[in-house]
């Protein structure tokens, strides 16, 4: 079966020089920024995504080689073979890959390999169990481990389940990174496109406090009048 180093070698085949570079400005790789010393191979994610299911048998073993690699492509595309595995797997297999995405946050380390991933893994899972576990990734000292938890629960919002998205928003509200910020208001604009009436009442109790980049992604949908309103609120 072919293992970890053939995907990394078809993965170096699709690199791009030239669209290595502007990945890395445009997911903040220079020092002090969130994606410090990150490592770009300039290769695109639908790109990713046909070498993702050209492996879509890949160990768990392979996947953490792939995961613990300093290019950023090969994480994505372990997290793109893991997402696959899951979506196909029975019950026992998708508890061992849940269990494999939390033993391995560390390196979920940017907003894109969070943002693919944690609802279609960790949501879909949790959904008919105990949550507690968002709760302590809300209280983690990384943002990406927060980021999971709130994004995790777009699943929850696809069922009509808001309370968990309302609950993390509330807790991480007075968070100092504006990468929560978007999440929670992203999570938020999902709520309410489902149920107006939940983002509405948030707004009502929170606007007044909530960050502006949070305010903003959460109220993106809103029709001009509603907008206004709570932009000057």
Same mark, same amino acid.
């Given at each position: ?46 790109? %990713?995504?046909? &070498? ?10 392979? &996947? ?10 090969? #994480? ?8 696959? %595995? ?61 980021? &999971? ?30 990468? &929560? ?7 938020? #604009? ?35 009048? %509603? ?7």
């Amino acid at each position: 079966m072919p293992g970890y180093r053939q995907i990394k070698s078809d993965l170096k085949k699709a690199a791009n020089p030239e669209k290595a570079v502007l990945l890395a400005r445009f997911f903040k790789t220079g020092k002090g920024e969130y994606g410090e010393g990150d490592i770009f191979w300039g290769i695109t994610v639908p790109a %990713q995504r046909e &070498i993702a299911k050209k492996y879509s048998d890949a160990t768990l073993d392979d &996947i953490r080689k792939l995961l613990s690699e300093p290019v950023h492509e090969c #994480r994505l595309t372990a997290l793109l073979i893991l997402v696959q %595995q899951y979506s196909k797997g029975d019950d026992d297999v998708r508890k061992n890959i849940a269990g494999f995405y939390l033993a391995n946050t560390e390196m979920i380390n940017n907003w894109d390999l969070v943002d693919l991933t944690a609802d279609k893994i960790l949501g879909h899972y949790l959904m008919d169990k105990d949550r507690a576990i968002l709760y302590k990734l809300a209280e983690s000292t990384s943002i990406w481990e927060q980021r &999971i938890a709130v994004i995790s629960t777009h699943h929850f919002i696809k069922n009509m389940d808001f309370n968990d998205t309302l609950s993390l928003c509330e807790k991480l509200m007075d968070h100092k990174h504006d990468l &929560i910020h978007k999440a929670t208001g992203w999570m938020l #604009r999902e709520a309410g496109k489902k149920d107006l009436n939940v983002l509405t009442d948030f707004l009502d109790k929170h606007s007044k406090s909530m960050p502006r980049t949070m305010l903003r992604y959460a109220i993106e949908k809103l029709d001009d009048k %509603q907008r206004k309103k709570y932009m000057l609120k």
